[in-house]
């Protein structure tokens, strides 16, 4: 089977993308209750819009629809260059497909209507217009005819005041991938390039600009930007390396951190509304409290350096201009007369033209040597090699004029008359809650008489807007606890979880973290998956809440693109950590990866590559890891693979999309790169009707799960479903088959996890790029998937035969229906394996199009009536085979159920 990999025809588009933009309905014009103005805004849009659009289309459809208009990535999808257009190809037709979705695409009302239809005109001007032969411009009459406003548009809703505590982790537009912004209160703002610990921005005005991230929007594919104005000058702290602040980065990780002789960042510790950071530089350990002092726009940071044999230089200030003049101003100065030589003065380089005072920055050092005045470096603290610890106060400000300046000289004479210095220790022993109210909700627990059924475990309601609980992955405490991570950074401790749900108690632990998609309880700890680092969380003075955010291990390289994730966290019996990296829309070096890290954090290695977005995994009992990964470029359908070290998954580095996302940040050239002949086969693919979105594994073996304990569970993200796979090696090598419990999920779930104190299965999700899944699918639950002991009838399990399938149940079977060949219905197909979107169903072994019958030879039923024989004649290896089972039991109870099959090797004859 050349090329051949082993999945079905396209029944839907991938759900991490933007799918089809032409799949719905076309809609009534005369529509009552419209309140957009269609003709307003197709009229007013112009080449912003037009941009906008195009930026819309380049990050979210051109992954299934191409680049060129002619060319689909995806080939069920419609080239909007050559049509035809099943729904319409005038501009609100192509809206109300968006708007109200059809056939498999899900409403795409994630856009604002006036972003709907900057696509649209994006499409039309780029594609339509030059190649479409149907392309008609807009004219008047076709204004006029749009709906008009029937009803008052509903008022913008104000964004609501997110609560990160004092600090929100994240990439800071698309240049810096790991940053830490600080509110330094009185809307002034540092953010420090955590791979550095230089600073990434200082500025006054706001916070962040989160408004068209994943903090206020489902699908977030902005980025963060600092919202305010710079404060010229201050955001030059640098420190120097190897005695220079130009420093040789050649040779250095493109976006990772620099090397841990020159920084180590360890984290930050939280004590009321300040941040202490703990890093290393050169050696020397550091604490380093930013701050902004009440009643004045000054600037300070407090460092506690501890002992070292090397001195330390850093770069506090740098301003750049024209008739820039350099000296020391006394504190008590009258006028704005710099002096050379002064001792203990204020470090000051100003612009003075015709004798005027304009911008300056000025800077002094507390407790510390004065600042020296370097005219190309700026101004410079020299932390001398010293045998004790030594506490600095930087102080710095950037104004304008000689009444400013004389200002700020005043205002240090007055803070130096106190003698006391900031005890930065002390602040790392935690401190006084955030958020003591402890929120407390109904679960609901589902009274169905059926083996298995869904409890909820409702979510607190947040009407301020503060937290926005889109549950991204669990992890349970041994006494029963649960920990609860969402996408836009908190952590919750989840108590009171009974058999009745009666009274379940949330209490947030943790906030700000970097887009967490993953969560282990270890020793009674918190470990987190962010986009930049594994954080364990420690609450230091045991009160609920975490003080100290330890960066346990750094990652090496962090993509600024919005879908550039982290996924998941797993533990095998060693203690070492395993999380999977994506490897297409990222600017990764690898093609995907999962990344082991040692028990202590300290030893990072890749296990294995190639994976396109894996959002989630598994281990199993022998501490091999699964891997889960979805439809898309080089990835011919849903599937999971159980992995080896050094395995490769099928993920190509052939794709790029330019300043937002290459390979290795575009060192790689993509379109030189040669794919592989092969790569390793999965345990199971999958279609798209049954996942078209796979989210991660769970090896349950807690018996009081009843029949299904000593499977492996696989979730679902797009469709929010749980399954069971039944697994086989042979000669080393193996497959599976999968069935779908008949269990609704009502958001999409990707994690899951065994309660200790229950031994029932708990799963978490979200929704937010499944275009292609089941509709209607919540931003965030958490689900008990709960045994009720009731009887299930089940297959148990399935081995592929020399001669054909062997299918095993736990009940006793009907003889009758058993042996009928007629109750059994299966095809097969296989995938292609090629840079292209997915794949279509080919008969096996072939490049035509289709699915194959499999014609069952006898059927035999084995004397204890609990399993059968499908005789398959010359059964050999397939990426598919479609199972499904129509029986009676013993006592005529019916029994109907699909199972879906990968064969990667049929056993010796």
Same mark, same amino acid.
């Given at each position: ?7 079905? #025809? ?160 994240? =990439? ?56 305010? %104005? ?97 000296? @020391? ?18 470090? #000051?380089?100003?612009?003075?033209? %015709? ?46 004029? %000689? ?161 550039? @994730? ?18 297409? @829309? ?148 193996? =497959? ?94 296989? @995938? ?63 029994? %109907? ?13």
């Amino acid at each position: 089977m050349e090329g051949m990999v082993k999945n079905p #025809v396209f029944l839907a588009l991938s759900a991490l993308l933007l799918p089809s933009l032409l799949s719905a309905q076309k809609a009534d014009p005369n529509e009552t209750g419209n309140s957009v103005d269609h003709a307003g805004i197709i009229k007013s849009l112009d080449g912003a819009g037009y941009a906008r659009g195009k930026s819309t289309y380049e990050n979210l459809c051109a992954n299934c629809h191409g680049n060129d208009g002619r060319t689909p990535a995806l080939p069920i999808s419609p080239a909007f260059g050559k049509g035809p257009f099943k729904f319409g190809d005038d501009p609100y037709s192509m809206f109300v497909t968006l708007t109200k979705g059809n056939g498999l695409m899900g409403p795409q009302t994630w856009m604002s209507p006036r972003e709907r239809y900057e696509v649209i005109h994006y499409l039309r001007e780029s594609f339509m217009k030059p190649s479409y032969p149907g392309y008609k411009p807009v004219s008047e009459e076709y204004l006029d005819e749009l709906p008009k406003v029937t009803v008052a548009p509903p008022p913008k809703k104000k964004l609501p005041n997110r609560d990160f505590g004092p600090a929100l982790a994240s =990439q800071l537009g698309r240049d810096l991938s790991s940053a830490l912004t600080i509110s330094l209160g009185d809307d002034h703002t540092i953010s420090y390039d955590l791979h550095t610990m230089d600073l990434a921005g200082l500025w006054k005005g706001g916070f962040l600009d989160l408004s068209n991230t994943q903090h206020y929007r489902e699908r977030g594919g902005g980025v963060p930007l600092a919202k305010g %104005e710079p404060i010229p000058g201050l955001d030059a702290w640098k420190w120097a390396h190897e005695g220079t602040f130009d420093y040789p980065t050649e040779n250095l990780l493109p976006r990772g951190p620099i090397p841990s002789k020159w920084m180590d960042y360890h984290g930050h510790y939280l004590h009321e509304s300040h941040v202490i950071l703990s890093y290393s530089i050169n050696g020397r350990k550091i604490l380093e409290m930013p701050s902004k002092p009440r009643g004045f726009g000054a600037i300070a940071q407090a460092l506690r350096v501890e002992p070292g044999k090397k001195a330390l230089r850093l770069r506090t200030a740098k301003l750049e201009g024209e008739n820039l003049v350099h000296g @020391y101003l006394p504190l008590r100065a009258k006028e704005a007369k710099l002096e050379q030589n002064l001792k203990g003065g204020l470090a #000051v380089s100003m612009e003075r033209t %015709e004798g005027k005072v304009g911008r300056f920055t000025a800077v002094l050092a507390k407790g510390g040597p004065p600042p020296e005045l370097d005219k190309k470096r700026g101004t410079i603290l020299t932390i001398p090699a010293s045998p004790k610890a030594q506490v600095i106060e930087v102080i710095r400000f950037s104004g304008q004029g %000689e009444g400013e300046l004389l200002s700020f000289a005043s205002y240090l004479t007055h803070l130096r008359k106190s003698n006391k210095s900031t005890d930065l220790k002390a602040k790392t022993r935690g401190g006084p809650g955030r958020w003591p109210e402890v929120l407390k909700t109904r679960g609901k627990t589902s009274s169905e008489r059926k083996p298995y059924v869904m409890d909820t475990l409702t979510l607190p309601k947040i009407p301020s807007g503060k937290t926005w609980l889109r549950t991204s992955a669990l992890a349970f405490f041994p006494d029963g606890r649960m920990a609860v991570c969402t996408h836009g950074g908190d952590v919750w401790i989840v108590s009171g979880i009974d058999d009745s749900l009666a009274e379940v108690r949330w209490k947030r632990f943790a906030a700000g973290m970097y887009e967490p998609f993953g969560l282990q309880v270890i020793e009674g700890k918190v470990y987190v998956t962010c986009k930049d680092r594994l954080v364990r969380l420690h609450d230091l003075n045991e009160d609920g809440e975490a003080d100290f955010y330890e960066s346990f291990s750094a990652d090496e390289d962090v993509s600024t693109f919005f879908h550039a @994730y982290n996924f998941d966290l797993q533990r095998d019996g060693k203690g070492n950590l395993y999380y999977a990296k994506s490897g297409q @829309y990222t600017s990764y070096a690898l093609p995907g990866s999962v990344i082991k890290v040692s028990p202590d954090g300290k030893k990072r290695e890749v296990h294995c590559t190639g994976f396109r977005t894996p959002n989630g995994m598994g281990i199993m009992p022998d501490g091999r890891v699964t891997v889960s990964d979805n439809q898309g470029s080089w990835m011919p359908a849903s599937k999971v693979s159980l992995c080896r070290e050094g395995g490769f998954y099928g993920y190509v580095q052939t794709h790029s999309k330019g300043n937002l996302w290459a390979p290795d940040g575009g060192r790689i050239d993509h379109t030189k790169v040669i794919p592989p002949k092969s790569f390793d086969q999965p345990l199971i693919w999958m279609p798209q009707s049954f996942d078209n979105s796979s989210g991660g594994q769970l090896w349950i073996d807690d018996p009081r799960w009843g029949p299904l304990s000593g499977k492996l569970l696989h979730t679902s993200f797009g469709k929010g479903w749980l399954y069971y796979m039944m697994l086989q090696e042979i000669d080393g090598i193996s =497959q599976a088959a999968i069935v779908k419990l008949k269990i609704d999920a009502l958001t999409g779930i990707h994690r899951a996890r065994v309660n200790p104190k229950d031994g029932q299965v708990y799963a978490t999700g979200l929704n937010g790029w499944n275009g292609g899944g089941r509709r209607g699918l919540s931003q965030g639950h958490v689900h008990r998937f709960r045994y009720t002991g009731e009887n299930a009838r089940l297959l148990s399990d399935l081995k592929v035969r020399k001669d054909g399938i062997e299918l095993f149940f736990n009940f006793r079977l009907d003889l009758e229906t058993a042996k009928d060949p007629e109750s059994y219905e299966l095809e097969q197909w296989d @995938y292609k394996w090629s840079s292209g979107y997915g794949s279509r169903e080919y008969l096996p072994g072939t490049e035509r199009k289709g699915r194959e019958k499999i014609h069952l030879g006898k059927v035999t039923v084995a004397p204890d009536g609990r399993s059968v024989h499908l005789d398959i004649e010359g059964i050999k290896p397939v990426n598919q085979v479609r199972i499904g089972i129509n029986l009676k039991s013993s006592s005529g109870n019916a029994f %109907e159920d699909m199972a879906y099959l990968t064969i990667n090797k049929v056993p010796p004859g």
